[in-house]
């Protein structure tokens, strides 16, 4: 997914991701999405696809019953299909062509900057594209003004040059790991587009401000282009959210109900603690492109922790006295039913659970009140190490760099900046930056063939798009192939990064120096994350665990109320995410909520609820109960670690 771009860059993101991310998990779960029950049906997403989950809402024109269907067709169970590859390719290959033609036309150095941008913010919604498109300018424009004046005030000083760099990729870096989805990438890009600036112009050894003029034009043509291109022929996906919501929310209410009426209960299924993991995932993608949505996405967040919470006060919990429900009836409003869970649960001397319900009550029945606040949830671990990643891969270039004076030294250096910090954040960086690898050095391959032996008899823009398009339509194709489409971005980034269209002849030891310079960057991009500060779902869990470990240990130590209502908040957070690398069914998972479980009874302890069971346990048995939670967790988390658990 990433190749983001030497040009320029982009990002799982986190968080967020690609394309062809999106285009292969809708092309493998297409399928399946059929056969799912309708009331039960969840969007189930590999971690790889982290912060991609897919939302297909029935929002297109009617499905054909024969043949190949395009973009914004659906299927019989209302759930939009995938473009046919030849279409996605010809559309974006277009768009690509006619953003290269516009620079071109304005006399801009990099003209194949705007072919880039084009590909970087291509999405396959109107929502993602509007707001990957706002991330990326936005990025652009504050990276470039950075880079500018860097460029402009220490140009005759590279070591000062880099290190201001340095500087900026890390603080980029470390906030962007606080935010998820397109806010993430507007960081990130905001990093790696001041180091393209910088580096480029030491490279050239010219420091025109113009370089960064020249990097925001681009920018916006290629946005310009690719909406226009595409922007009608895309789904609006976000339609299906408060429907998915709705019913998980009835099964675990179902499942409460069950825990309270009747005499055994088993554990909540697997899969419903996986659904509500997907439903967390989901909700950035369904937002995208609508401040109402996004307002329904923090929402949507703080009822995925408390379902889990509530689901976790199920577990080995005993009921002291049941009081008879009803059925639910058909009829009956969600907040009657909450209501009389309510008065159940306090009956049954279930406190925490009582003041959980209550909660996700005020958050259910109350949509049209004021939004809910923007909730920080900064982990200090991943953001030291997101800020680390940049700076380490670019001290490795620049040593090299000044130590053997290559000429190429700065694409090098460019090039392995650029890709640390494009996946700083990303839970899969280690497996991310070896299908960069793989794109880079085939685009790498094919754009020094075109350089030497096709472009140099470009002589105009017709013939230098005649000579480009083949390449870029294989690599649009290759994108919507299962196994390709990883790569796929990479080896077109690459092929325009090294052919450099328009650009004037070079010789063969030049464009070969300027090849490998790009290769050796991937090359210690991949060190940085595989041998010094690895991105892995394995060490996301982990660091997730110790988080939990910790936020229970100061919630169990906080000496009021507000204080420790936030931690809980915390917490709720810190377990929904771990549920995106780490089985429900394992014994870390469930470690983990067992500590959310502990703290949201000594949340309620300290209420001084006159429930009965607060008579029985103060509120510093309940914290202590907290404190046995965290310990078991962190030793959880180091067997683990040694291979004794699985």
């Known amino acids: 997914m990433a190749i983001l771009l030497l040009s320029g860059a982009p990002t799982r993101l986190p968080s967020h991701l690609n394309l062809t991310e999106r285009y292969r998990i809708e092309n493998l779960t297409f399928a399946k999405e059929q056969s799912i029950s309708k009331r039960y049906r969840s969007v189930k997403v590999h971690p790889l696809a982290h912060h991609s989950t897919q939302i297909r809402p029935d929002d297109g024109p009617s499905a054909s019953r024969r043949g190949g269907i395009g973009a914004g067709q659906t299927s019989q169970a209302g759930l939009p299909r995938p473009e046919l590859p030849a279409i996605f390719a010809l559309r974006t290959t277009s768009a690509a062509l006619f953003a290269f033609a516009v620079a071109w036309s304005l006399g801009i150095h990099h003209p194949w900057w705007a072919a880039m941008t084009v590909w970087l913010v291509a999405q396959p919604t109107r929502g993602l594209l509007l707001e990957r498109s706002i991330a990326r300018l936005v990025g652009t424009v504050c990276g470039a003004l950075v880079g500018a004046l860097v460029l402009g005030l220490l140009a005759q000083d590279r070591l000062a040059a880099l290190v201001a760099v340095a500087a900026w990729l890390a603080l980029c870096a470390g906030l962007g790991s606080t935010f998820r989805h397109f806010r993430n990438y507007g960081f990130v890009l905001a990093g790696y587009t001041a180091s393209i600036v910088v580096l480029f112009g030491l490279g050239e050894g010219v420091s025109d401000p113009g370089l960064a003029l020249d990097r925001v034009v681009c920018t916006a043509i290629g946005i310009l282009c690719s909406a226009a291109f595409s922007f009608r022929a895309l789904p609006d996906r976000g339609r299906e959210l408060a429907q998915r919501r709705a019913e998980i929310v009835d099964r675990c209410l179902v499942h409460i109900e069950d825990f309270l009426h ?182 790498a391959v094919a754009g020094t063939l075109a350089r030497l032996f096709l472009l140099p008899h470009a002589d105009d823009l017709a013939t230098t798009l005649l000579c480009i398009a083949p390449f870029l339509l294989a690599g649009a194709w290759l994108m919507r192939r299962p196994l390709t489409s990883k790569m796929a971005i990479d080896l077109t980034m690459t092929f325009l990064l090294t052919s450099q269209p328009s650009s004037p002849p070079v010789a063969l030891a030049q464009a070969l120096n300027e090849t490998a310079a790009m290769i050796v960057g991937v090359t210690i991009a991949v060190a940085t994350f595989w041998t010094l500060l690895p991105a892995t779902p394995a060490v996301r869990s982990r660091l997730l665990g110790q988080r939990i470990a910790r936020l229970t240990l100061r919630l169990s130590k906080a000496g009021g109320l507000k204080p420790a209502k936030a931690l809980r908040q915390s917490l709720r957070q810190a377990l929904a995410r771990l549920l995106d690398f780490t089985p429900p069914q394992s014994a870390t998972f469930v470690a983990a909520q067992g500590c959310l479980t502990a703290s949201s009874r000594a949340v309620a302890a300290r209420c001084g609820d006159p429930a009965p069971s607060t008579s029985l346990h103060s509120a510093a048995a309940y914290d202590h109960a907290a404190r046995q939670a965290a310990a078991t967790l962190s030793a959880t988390l180091a067997k683990n670690k040694t291979g004794e658990t699985p």
């Not at 209550?358 to 939004?371: D, G, K, N, V, W």
């Open 262 to 443: 009747k005499d055994t209960i088993g554990q909540p299924s697997l899969a419903l603690l996986s659904d509500i993991a997907a439903l967390d995932r989901s909700v950035d993608d369904g937002a995208a492109g609508s401040l109402r949505r996004q307002r329904d996405a923090r929402r949507t967040r703080r009822i995925s922790g408390l379902l889990l919470e509530l689901l976790g006060l199920t577990v080995g919990s005993t009921v002291r006295h049941r009081i008879r429900l009803r059925s639910p009836d058909a009829d009956a409003s969600l907040d009657m039913r909450l209501v009389a869970l309510i008065a159940a649960a306090n009956a049954a001397t279930q406190p925490a659970m009582a003041q959980s319900l209550e909660e996700l009550r005020q958050i259910l029945t109350t949509e049209t009140a004021a939004p809910l606040p923007v909730w920080f949830d900064i982990d200090p671990s991943s953001v030291w190490r997101a800020a680390a990643r940049p700076v380490v891969a670019l001290a490795i270039a620049a040593t090299i760099w000044s130590a053997t004076g290559w000429p190429s030294g700065a694409m090098m250096a460019m090039t392995a900046a650029l890709f640390t910090s494009l996946f700083s954040s990303h839970d899969q960086g280690n497996h991310m930056v070896i299908q960069v690898l793989f794109g880079t050095m085939a685009g």
